[in-house]
């Protein structure tokens, strides 16, 4: 389904999974000086949005959209746009030590965190609105992940997902589902994992938000 910014003056809304994160707040600040309502769902609160929803610390995935979901459906939250803005990065080669427990947080950070975006627009996304997932780049290209193993599997299973959700059935064709496929983001978090990498040729938290919305004509 093509996605429409039409809305017969109402103010849209804009729910950021992930929202008080470095790219998330980003994404939600972009948002809301553009006019539009937000909501962010994440561990911590973020004090600019409109709407901040707190993913209960502990729970299974599962129970935790649940809980979600249900908080949406009470305070009658209709997003027009849901972005997922969650996810991390983490080196080591499958012969590494560390290895599984790598994976185990890749996974959490990026593919379930994009399943369960996609199980929140499922059930409360706007009809004919728009779903975002985070994809990556160096691991769409083809090129060399040996050394980032768990996080390539994670993005790989995400760039999947899209597929899958854009399928007709997938979101009961509702809704627009596009993969976005950026670079390294420039967040504290990616900092503090590659300290000497060079920061300058990353991409601004700022910048990615506003091309995901120059991109779907949203303002």
């Given at each position: 389904k093509a996605f429409s910014t039409d809305s017969?003056?109402?103010?849209?809304?804009?729910?950021?999974?992930?929202?008080?994160?470095?790219?998330g707040s980003g994404i939600v600040d972009t948002f809301s000086q553009a006019g539009w309502q937000t909501a962010s769902v994440d561990l911590i609160r973020n004090q600019?949005?409109?709407?901040?929803?707190?993913i209960p610390s502990g729970d299974a995935w599962g129970v935790a959209s649940k809980k979600i979901s249900d908080q949406l459906k009470e305070m009658k939250i209709i997003p027009d746009v849901i972005v997922n803005a969650?996810?991390?990065?983490?080196?080591?080669s499958i012969g590494d030590e560390k290895i599984f427990e790598t994976v185990d947080v890749m996974l959490s950070q990026n593919l379930l965190s994009a399943f369960a975006s996609g199980y929140l627009a499922?059930?409360?996304?706007?009809?004919?609105?728009?779903?975002?997932?985070?994809?990556?780049?160096?691991?769409a290209s083809g090129g060399s992940s040996s050394g980032m193993a768990g996080y390539?599997?994670?993005?790989?299973g995400v760039h999947n997902l899209v597929s899958t959700l854009a399928?007709?059935?997938?979101?009961g064709g509702k809704a627009t589902v596009i993969g976005i496929m950026p670079n390294v983001?420039?967040?504290?978090?990616?900092r503090q994992a590659m300290p000497n990498a060079d920061h300058d040729?990353?991409?601004?938290p700022s910048v990615f938000a506003k091309a995901k919305t120059a991109n779907f004509t949203l303002f």
């Open positions: 017969d003056g109402e103010k849209r809304l804009c729910l950021v999974y992930g929202g008080a994160g470095g790219l600019t949005a409109d709407h901040s929803l707190l969650a996810g991390g990065w983490g080196g080591g499922s059930n409360h996304l706007a009809q004919n609105g728009l779903l975002v997932l985070v994809g990556a780049a160096a691991v390539a599997a994670a993005k790989a399928e007709e059935e997938g979101l983001i420039d967040t504290p978090g990616n040729k990353w991409t601004k």
